[in-house]
């Protein structure tokens, strides 16, 4: 069973950064592309970046060009670096691994982290 451990929420004003971390277990995490989402209460959960086994990186229109999605295989862990952070990125961040199907990504476990959450102020 993979799990995944988010981490380096917190509450930072607009303009300011923050760097989330998800430690993932299980022996298959450097063969899987790795994708962040983020949700707000009664909202669908939004795929916000991705990335392959390889490096090749995703973003929403939304985030593209503050955000910057990385993956560590050795230490099974995947980075979301967050800088000119605005009021709409509020929201618990999770991560997962993701597969292509179909014409995009879907989640590839049904298990979720508990998350971190983000706050920005304005």
């Known amino acids: 069973q993979v799990q995944f451990v988010e981490s380096g929420g917190g509450l930072v004003q607009a303009g300011g950064s923050l760097r989330l971390s998800c430690a993932a277990s299980?022996?298959?995490?450097?063969?899987?592309?790795m994708a962040w989402y983020r949700q707000t209460p009664g909202k669908q959960r939004e795929l916000v970046a991705s990335?392959?086994?390889?490096?090749?990186?995703t973003y929403v229109d939304s985030v593209k060009g503050r955000f910057t999605i990385a993956r560590d295989n050795a230490d099974k862990t995947v980075y979301l670096q967050m800088n000119s952070l605005k009021p709409e990125d509020t929201a618990a961040y999770y991560c997962?691994?993701?597969?292509?199907?179909?014409?995009?990504?879907?989640?590839?476990?049904?298990?979720w982290g508990q998350g971190t959450q983000v706050t920005v102020s304005s």
């Open positions: 997962n691994a993701v597969w292509w199907y179909n014409g995009s990504y879907r989640t590839k476990y049904s298990s």
């Open positions: 299980g022996s298959t995490f450097s063969a899987n592309a």
């Open positions: 990335i392959t086994s390889g490096g090749q990186t």
